[in-house]
């Protein structure tokens, strides 16, 4: 009986050691697959409360680009304050200590800034910092306003004990509507970095951009938007 033990052994790494050799096999193709698949179209996730969610899979990348469409009452006044503003990030959950603002430039048509701030991440994940380069511009006759988010990683050392985000391009595309509202256009190239697997980035995408643009409709019902007043911005009856 006691002889027999080693060799149960044996046979049970034996099979083990195959399994965990098909798995990973199994897995690299997956994963080969995956990255030269894609239909480079938008296609509807998620259609709820008059929100849109579209995600587009291309080529050579592994992550989902996403994208959110809906209408919102309210100024535009409103809608770029809470992008540009970082006091009234407060609102969406951040926290205004950890949020830099350097180099904003503002004139008629256009603003830009660089723009840092830290996220907490759950455990077993390392916390984030991002720098961004933000650009607005509002087209003087349509009153359209576009604002693009990129990642600028270098534009400052990175804090110890944070990840420093490399990957990211925000799109706003803000159109006023001759009733009175205002369609949003919003599209998200965004990489989480570390070591958070991209199965696990794509599942969350849509569902949390969903969240995002519905938390953004009910913080536009907040007085201090409608009421809201940004240097150059015109309505749509301006």
Not at 12 to 35: E, K, P
Not at 92 to 111: E, F, H, Q, R, W
Not at 133 to 145: A, C, D, E, L, W
Not at 200 to 217: E, F, H, S, V
Request: aromatic content about 10%.
């Amino acid at each position: 009986m006691t002889e027999n033990k080693p060799k149960r052994f044996k046979k049970v790494l034996r099979i083990s050691s195959i399994v965990i050799l098909g798995i990973t096999f199994i897995s690299i193709i997956a994963h080969i697959v995956w990255l030269n698949t894609g239909s480079n179209q938008w296609e509807l996730v998620k259609e709820e409360e008059g929100i849109k969610i579209w995600s587009m899979k291309t080529p050579g990348n592994c992550l989902l680009k996403c994208r959110a469409n809906f209408r919102v009452q309210c100024t535009m006044a409103g809608l770029v304050k809470i992008i540009e503003d970082t006091k009234s990030w407060s609102d969406i959950g951040m926290d205004s200590s950890k949020i830099t603002v350097l180099d904003p430039i503002s004139a008629p048509g256009y603003y830009s800034a660089f723009v840092g701030f830290k996220q907490d991440m759950p455990f077993p994940f390392a916390d984030r910092e991002i720098f961004t380069f933000m650009q607005r511009f509002q087209n003087s006759q349509s009153k359209t306003v576009e604002v693009n988010v990129m990642a600028a990683p270098n534009k400052t050392p990175p804090s110890e004990g944070y990840i420093r985000i490399e990957h990211m391009h925000n799109n706003y595309t803000f159109t006023p509507l001759a009733n009175g509202e205002i369609e949003v256009d919003f599209k998200n190239e965004f990489d989480l970095g570390g070591s958070v697997p991209y199965v696990l980035k794509n599942i969350g995408a849509a569902p949390m951009l969903y969240q995002m643009m519905a938390d953004l409709k009910r913080i536009m019902k907040m007085e201090k938007y409608k009421n809201a007043k940004v240097a150059y911005i015109k309505e749509f009856d301006e």
